[in-house]
């Protein structure tokens, strides 16, 4: 399969939607999109989560009367479009976020857990919404100069309103790396602290100025379990806006197997292929679950290592403790 095609497995990376860059400045198409019958709005709220419909299936989509009505002076943020619809993204004012949901029969949804409960679109809109709206709330004043900002290319630039410096700013996007580690017919799996008993996942860690990718799959595996890794190969990847990064999907090969927690890990150990199977029955062994591209590594290893599909041997986790 080719990474391309594994990407699109991953949650958040099947959005299916032409984002029309080239049309951002063009304010006489942006108002006849804005205008037309087939435009779809979506509300986020200032907390990130997002308006779904009453019985959670999908976001909540609204046309121009309803954007009129309940958030007539909010900014509007064109996404891009399909064959059937154009869409834009509003924020709702805290004060009211609750009194209009109820009016539109509408619930608040965190991105997580929509992640694992909408359909792909949906959830890749989201993804990209909240995003974008999260930068846009980091960006009102130049990092340069310290003067207001104001947004423009339909949401996507923000420039400094001082004459004197002018500024484009454009959407950040933090790149990091997250990486199954293999030696022989076992993989490399980490627990932070804090996490539950019994939970495991893959490494991870933020690239670097300067660092190629593959250079940041060796560091950060070394920094965070002592493990020197001498190949990897790019296996997907993953939008990540919590709040803003692109999580990129390596496997690797050890070059030596000893293992030397570093600081950011209560604990590193290597599985076989075994460990996880009984790991998984007697539920003593907490993996991701299948919203992280972590959980796709971990199937891609133990598919090719040991001929086994992950989702066959994953339970729900109700021995864990609920979130409050």
């Given at each position: 399969?080719?990474a391309?095609?594994?990407?699109?497995?991953n949650?958040?990376?099947?959005?299916?939607?032409?984002?029309?860059?080239?049309r951002?400045?063009?304010?006489?198409?942006?108002?006849?999109?804005r205008?037309?019958?087939?435009?779809?709005y979506?509300?986020?709220?200032?907390?990130g989560?997002?308006?779904?419909?009453?019985?959670?299936?999908?976001?909540?989509?609204?046309?121009?009367?309803?954007?009129?009505?309940?958030?007539p002076?909010?900014?509007a943020?064109?996404?891009?479009?399909?064959?059937i619809?154009?869409?834009?993204?509003?924020?709702?004012?805290?004060a009211?976020?609750?009194?209009?949901?109820?009016?539109?029969?509408?619930?608040?949804?965190?991105?997580?857990?929509?992640?694992?409960?909408?359909?792909?679109?949906?959830?890749?809109?989201f993804?990209y919404?909240?995003?974008?709206?999260?930068?846009?709330?980091?960006?009102?004043y130049c990092g340069?100069c310290g003067?207001?900002?104001?947004?423009?290319?339909?949401?996507h630039?923000?420039?400094?309103?001082?004459?004197d410096?002018?500024?484009?700013?454009?959407?950040?996007?933090?790149?990091?790396?997250?990486v199954i580690?293999?030696?022989?017919?076992?993989c490399?799996?980490?627990?932070?602290?804090?996490w539950p008993?019994?939970r495991?996942?893959?490494?991870?860690?933020?690239?670097?100025?300067?660092?190629?990718?593959?250079?940041?799959?060796r560091r950060?595996?070394?920094?965070?379990a002592?493990?020197r890794?001498?190949?990897s190969?790019?296996?997907?990847?993953?939008?990540?806006?919590?709040?803003?990064?692109?999580?990129?999907?390596?496997?690797?090969?050890?070059?030596?197997?000893?293992?030397?927690?570093?600081t950011?890990?209560?604990?590193?150990?290597w599985f076989?292929?075994?460990?996880?199977?009984?790991?998984?029955?007697?539920?003593?062994?907490?993996?991701?679950?299948?919203?992280?591209?972590?959980?796709?590594?971990?199937?891609h290893?133990?598919?090719e290592?040991?001929g086994?599909?992950l989702?066959?041997?994953?339970?729900?986790?109700?021995?864990?403790?609920?979130?409050?």
């Amino acid at each position: 399969m080719s990474a391309s095609l594994r990407s699109r497995a991953n949650v958040f990376a099947a959005l299916a939607l032409e984002r029309a860059a080239e049309r951002r400045d063009d304010a006489e198409w942006l108002a006849a999109r804005r205008g037309d019958a087939a435009t779809r709005y979506i509300v986020l709220h200032p907390d990130g989560r997002g308006l779904v419909t009453a019985d959670r299936r999908g976001l909540g989509y609204f046309g121009e009367a309803a954007r009129q009505l309940y958030w007539p002076g909010a900014e509007a943020t064109f996404l891009g479009a399909t064959d059937i619809a154009n869409y834009f993204v509003v924020a709702a004012a805290a004060a009211e976020a609750d009194a209009i949901a109820a009016a539109l029969e509408g619930k608040w949804m965190d991105l997580r857990a929509a992640g694992l409960s909408l359909p792909a679109f949906d959830a890749g809109l989201f993804a990209y919404a909240r995003a974008l709206l999260f930068w846009q709330s980091r960006v009102r004043y130049c990092g340069a100069c310290g003067g207001a900002t104001r947004l423009v290319s339909a949401g996507h630039k923000a420039l400094c309103t001082n004459a004197d410096c002018a500024l484009e700013h454009f959407p950040r996007t933090d790149p990091a790396i997250i990486v199954i580690v293999g030696w022989r017919d076992a993989c490399l799996l980490g627990r932070q602290p804090g996490w539950p008993e019994g939970r495991w996942s893959t490494l991870a860690g933020f690239v670097e100025p300067g660092e190629s990718l593959e250079d940041a799959v060796r560091r950060e595996v070394f920094e965070e379990a002592g493990v020197r890794v001498d190949e990897s190969d790019y296996h997907s990847s993953q939008p990540w806006p919590f709040p803003a990064s692109l999580m990129l999907g390596f496997s690797a090969r050890a070059s030596d197997p000893s293992i030397q927690v570093g600081t950011e890990l209560a604990d590193a150990r290597w599985f076989e292929v075994d460990d996880i199977v009984r790991g998984l029955a007697e539920r003593s062994l907490v993996l991701p679950p299948p919203l992280s591209v972590s959980y796709r590594l971990i199937e891609h290893w133990l598919r090719e290592t040991g001929g086994l599909e992950l989702a066959s041997l994953m339970h729900d986790e109700p021995w864990l403790k609920p979130r409050r």
